[in-house]
T-cell receptor, first 110, second 115 residues
Framework: LAKTTQPISMDSYEGQEVNITCSHN???????ITWYQQFPSQGPRFIIQ???TKVTNEVASLFIPADRKSSTLSLPRVSLSDTAVYYC???????????FGSGTRLQVQP | DTGVSQNPRHKITKRGQNVTFRCDPI?????LYWYRQTLGQGPEFLTY????????KSRLLSDRFSAERPKGSFSTLEIQRTEQGDSAMYLC?????????????FGPGTRLTVT
């Protein structure tokens, strides 16, 4: 399984764009990159998934360079409610178990 | 609410007692997963069902742990002879087979405290 490395914590202010980068140097050809969000006392929630280049949905954008050894989750104009832990996951779609790391704790301040 | 539900939300038990947790997945989801999460860590995979068949178990699932999913609907996770190290949040998730993404829908979890 590809190991992921992401910052332990980040701070931001309301209205700013937040970019969280995840390193996955050993990513395999069949691996997809997925991001989950978790609020305190809740289960994780799927945010976005991609394989290469850029993916955008109503919540976030995911940027993946050509070598796929890293990825960046971009949250536009964060609000206080975006304060959460964000997990970067890398894995083969054929494997059903999700492998979470320790995540990045994002604190958004007024 | 048609999301994943888990009961109880909190459980306090004494060491050596048995506990059982229940998970009700989203009704049309045929895949169900159990994870365990300790403070400051991400969830760790325990086991996975497709319909009623248990297809994968983590090495974390010791002999004291057993999970069932009769009739492919709700699932139960039982821990026998609980130990203090079993204190954690137990999360259940479900997904639909054939989904093109890794999207699993998680429940709110059951927080277990073993005293």
């Amino acid at each position: 399984l590809a190991k992921t490395t992401q910052p332990i914590s980040m701070d931001s202010y309301e209205g700013q764009e937040v970019n969280i980068t995840c390193s996955h140097n050993n990513i395999a050809t069949n691996d997809y990159i997925t991001w989950y969000q978790q609020f305190p006392s809740q289960g994780p929630r799927f945010i976005i998934q991609g394989y290469k280049t850029k993916v955008t949905n109503e919540v976030a954008s995911l940027f993946i360079p050509a070598d796929r050894k890293s990825s960046t989750l971009s949250l536009p104009r964060v609000s206080l409610s975006d304060t959460a832990v964000y997990y970067c996951l890398v894995g083969d779609m054929g494997r059903r178990a999700l492998t979470f790391g320790s995540g990045t704790r994002l604190q958004v301040q007024p | 609410d048609t999301g994943v539900s888990q009961n109880p939300r909190h459980k306090i038990t004494k060491r050596g007692q048995n506990v059982t947790f229940r998970c009700d997945p989203i009704s049309e989801h045929n895949r169900l997963y159990w994870y365990r999460q300790t403070l400051g860590q991400g969830p760790e995979f325990l086991t996975y069902f497709q319909n009623e068949a248990q297809l994968e178990k983590s090495r974390l699932l010791s002999d004291r742990f057993s999970a069932e999913r009769p009739k492919g609907s709700f699932s139960t996770l039982e821990i026998q002879r609980t130990e203090q190290g079993d204190s954690a949040m137990y999360l259940c998730a479900s997904s639909l087979g054939g989904s093109p993404t890794y999207e699993q829908y998680f429940g709110p979890g059951t927080r277990l405290t073993v005293t």
